[in-house]
């Protein structure tokens, strides 16, 4: 599939596929860190600090043998790139990573997985019995009710939003639709937020701006301390998740909410949580992905003298999640803000 650009989006775009066979078994030492291609499911193989592939990570999450011997099940090294906390501090970092491409350092994007990094999803599903054990019920409950306020603004390489894939995508990435994933302003790589793309093409194109809105309602319960709690639960639309709250930062995740766009509701997926919260208030970002079918159908009732067929192929082309076996992405990963107080009564 040809290398989409994060910083360019044409008005008419030509997407191109091209197929990708496996390695040779007779391939050479690798540079380590250098991703290819491989298999016949959209997968990729990333070459281990040995200087030899290792195993080809399917579109689908499994793994197939791609004919290149691995030298190793697991390379145990460290990336120094890997998604860190979204709740750490600035000055974790330094400085904010730039963004810049790959090649300037010699080697391209592997694609990482960012669990291989032992980053701790927060947003544990409620069902984990261990994070149960932490949990207990005599804490506060504290009813919030979320407006949406508009999406992340892009700075370059630099956009808020979270790491919805759990991945590190570079141009290079087929896992990862070939779309590079951005840096936040606190220096954490791997974040998902494609959609925001769209606003300054769909503002160009029609005049209309990309207005995001709609409210949702969250019980967060649980509560033994609003500056540091290791077990919340989060409960919305009927789901009930595990969150915690460090440093004053209520995070969670797997969950869905429904953003509305352009005036029509669309739900978002695999949703993430991270807000500022006291015991009056929650504000914060929320995201996760929507799927092209569903955004083709909002940007058409709301864009009536578009034609559907373009519409679908910007999205198509700024997809960057849930690729099917093919390596086709299926939804477009985005961010909106929220500020609320708490609910009269709640």
């Known amino acids: 599939m040809a290398s989409l650009s994060r910083s360019l989006l044409p008005l008419s775009l030509v997407v191109v596929f091209l197929t990708v066979g496996c390695g040779d078994d007779d391939v050479g030492r690798c540079v380590p860190g250098e991703v290819v291609a491989?298999?016949?499911?959209?997968?990729?193989?990333?070459?281990?600090?040995?200087?030899?592939?290792?195993?080809?990570?399917?579109?689908?999450g499994g793994t197939e043998d791609a004919g290149v011997d691995s030298g190793m099940s697991?390379?145990?090294?460290?990336?120094?790139?890997?998604?860190?906390?979204?709740?750490?501090?600035?000055?974790?970092?330094?400085?904010?990573?730039?963004?810049?491409?790959?090649?300037?350092?010699?080697?391209?994007?592997?694609?990482?997985?960012?669990?291989?990094?032992?980053?701790?999803?927060?947003?544990?599903?409620?069902?984990?019995?261990?994070?149960?054990?932490?949990?207990?019920?005599?804490?506060?409950?504290?009813?919030?009710?979320?407006?949406?306020?508009?999406?992340?603004?892009?700075?370059?390489?630099?956009?808020?939003?979270?790491?919805?894939?759990?991945?590190?995508?570079?141009?290079?990435?087929?896992?990862?639709?070939?779309?590079?994933?951005?840096?936040?302003?606190?220096?954490?790589?791997?974040?998902?937020?494609?959609?925001?793309?769209?606003a300054p093409v769909l503002e160009s194109a029609t005049g209309t701006a990309l207005d995001v809105g709609g409210s949702l309602t969250l019980t967060v319960s649980d509560i033994d301390s609003f500056e540091d709690d290791p077990c919340v639960v989060v409960r919305t639309g009927g789901v009930e998740v595990f969150g915690e709250i460090r440093d004053g930062v209520l995070t969670a995740s797997g969950f869905t909410v429904a953003f509305e766009v352009l005036g029509a509701s669309v739900d978002i997926e695999d949703g993430h949580l991270r807000a500022d919260i006291t015991a009056r208030s929650l504000d914060g970002l929320a995201g996760g992905g929507a799927t092209v079918d569903d955004l083709v159908r909002t940007f058409g009732s709301a864009l009536a003298g578009v034609s559907p067929a373009l519409i679908r192929s910007v999205l198509e082309s700024v997809a960057d999640l849930s690729p099917d076996r093919s390596g086709v992405c299926q939804s477009v990963s985005g961010a909106a803000y929220f500020r609320t107080p708490r609910a009269p009564g709640g």
């Open 74 to 198: 697991d390379s145990g090294m460290s990336d120094s790139g890997m998604a860190s906390d979204s709740g750490m501090d600035a000055s974790d970092s330094g400085v904010v990573d730039s963004g810049r491409d790959a090649s300037d350092s010699g080697m391209v994007d592997s694609g990482t997985d960012a669990s291989d990094s032992g980053m701790v999803d927060s947003g544990t599903d409620a069902s984990d019995s261990g994070m149960s054990e932490m949990c207990d019920d005599d804490g506060a409950t504290v009813r919030y009710v979320v407006g949406f306020q508009g999406i992340p603004e892009i700075m370059g390489a630099v956009a808020d939003g979270f790491n919805v894939d759990d991945r590190i995508s570079g141009e290079a990435d087929p896992l990862g639709c070939f779309i590079e994933d951005y840096t936040s302003p606190l220096g954490e790589r791997g974040i998902d937020n494609s959609i925001s793309q769209l």
């Open 38 to 60: 491989c298999g016949t499911c959209g997968g990729a193989q990333t070459c281990l600090p040995d200087g030899t592939y290792g195993p080809c990570d399917c579109a689908d």
